[in-house]
């Protein structure tokens, strides 16, 4: 079992910045692929960024997402970050991360094994 905490999350002007967190259980956080997803109200939940621990870390990003934000982690600290930079309305959003325990470094929702409860994300004009 898995548990993931996101924290981070609040109410930010267009072109803010924020930086979200998610604290991971397990003693083997260092081999999942963890990812970031959000979902708007109305919307379905999407892919916004993921990162891998081998291949020298490998991620991947939405493209509405790149330049903007960037996907990181601490294996140490069991945690995993998403900086987000440049804001706009359009991000509003509750964001999940996720994890995948079979370390693979994918956009789909549906690979992921374990979520968090989420965090608001708005973005105000």
């Known amino acids: 079992q898995v548990q993931l905490v996101e924290s981070g999350g609040g109410l930010v002007q267009t072109g803010g910045s924020l930086r979200l967190s998610c604290a991971a259980s397990?003693?083997?956080?260092?081999?999942?692929?963890m990812g970031w997803f959000r979902q708007a109200p109305g919307k379905e939940r999407e892919f916004v960024a993921a990162?891998?621990?081998?291949?020298?870390?490998?991620?991947s990003y939405a493209d509405s997402v790149k330049g903007r934000f960037t996907i990181s982690r601490d294996n140490a600290k069991n945690t995993v970050y998403l900086q987000m930079n440049s804001l706009k309305p359009e991000d509003t959003a509750v964001y999940y991360c996720?994890?995948?325990?079979?370390?693979?470094?994918?956009?789909?929702?549906?690979?992921?094994?374990?979520w968090g409860q989420g965090t608001q994300v708005t973005v105000s004009l």
């Open positions: 996720a994890a995948e325990l079979s370390g693979m470094l994918t956009k789909l929702k549906s690979r992921y094994d374990y």
């Open positions: 397990g003693r083997t956080f260092s081999t999942y692929a």
């Open positions: 990162i891998i621990s081998w291949s020298g870390g490998t991620t």
